[in-house]
């Protein structure tokens, strides 16, 4: 059973174009994360959000905005697609209690291209 | 600022060759320490981990990493590499569970057979 899943995997679309990258998580966590990996494999968070908190990396354009319906999903909507949002983007989740067996778990990734 | 800094960025290595990636971190208060690696096309996977406790710290496929508080350092090691090691490895930091992951720059590592 996949842990955290992503859907789709390429998605190629235009410049201007509005697209959703849906992500769903069946580990029962309470956080959830979305990362954005540039061409060089620099891999950069964007949002965490918990338990309907929302924390945002200011450095991220309002274009960006992620979507949690629930616990186990948390989408991310792009409008008016630019150029350099060309990415692999990578859900994750987290239990939130601290201790050994804390990691994020990683999605398989989303390659974004926009043209 | 919290960052995370790795000097090396692409390290070619021979199989059997001993390998150290070097890994250093700007955190405030206590920090929990990570090693992910990336095949070619796959996702992040969680190599190991660093809380508490024992600073040297063993995770899967033969890999170690060991915490220097007094160097700010988590450097991972493996003694004898594989040609199935080659891949991106990422060292990363938070300072609270539930909070975002601060990445370095990545290491890609290439294991010539």
């Known amino acids: 059973d996949t842990a955290v899943s992503q859907t789709p995997k390429y998605l190629v679309t235009q410049m201007g174009n509005d697209k959703s990258i849906k992500c769903e998580q069946n580990?029962?966590?309470?956080?959830m994360y979305w990362y954005k990996q540039d061409s060089k494999k620099f891999l950069k968070i964007m949002f965490s959000y918990n338990n309907k908190e929302l924390i945002i990396n200011e450095t991220v354009p309002n274009r960006f905005s992620p979507k949690s319906p629930d616990k186990a999903h948390l989408n991310l909507h792009i409008n008016s697609l630019e150029l350099g949002d060309s990415a692999v983007y990578f859900c994750?989740?987290?239990?939130?209690?601290?201790?050994?067996?804390?990691?994020?778990?990683f999605g398989p990734g989303t390659r974004l291209t926009v043209t | 600022a919290q960052s995370v800094s790795q000097h090396n960025h692409h390290v070619i290595l021979s199989e059997a060759a001993s390998l150290e990636l070097g890994c250093n971190y700007s955190y405030g208060g206590t920090v929990n320490l990570f090693w992910y690696v990336q095949y070619p096309g796959q996702h992040l996977q969680l190599l190991l981990k660093y809380f508490s406790g024992d600073p040297l710290v063993k995770g899967i496929k033969g890999f170690e990493a060991e915490f220097i508080k007094s160097k700010f350092s988590f450097n991972l090691r493996k003694p004898s590499v594989q040609w199935s090691d080659t891949a991106e490895y990422f060292c990363?930091?938070?300072?609270?569970?539930?909070?975002?992951?601060?990445f370095g720059g990545g290491t890609r590592l290439m294991v010539k057979p």
């Open positions: 994750a989740s987290s239990p939130l209690i601290a201790g050994p067996s804390y990691e994020q778990y």
């Open positions: 990363a930091a938070n300072n609270n569970a539930g909070n975002m992951l601060t």
């Open positions: 580990l029962g966590h309470d956080t």
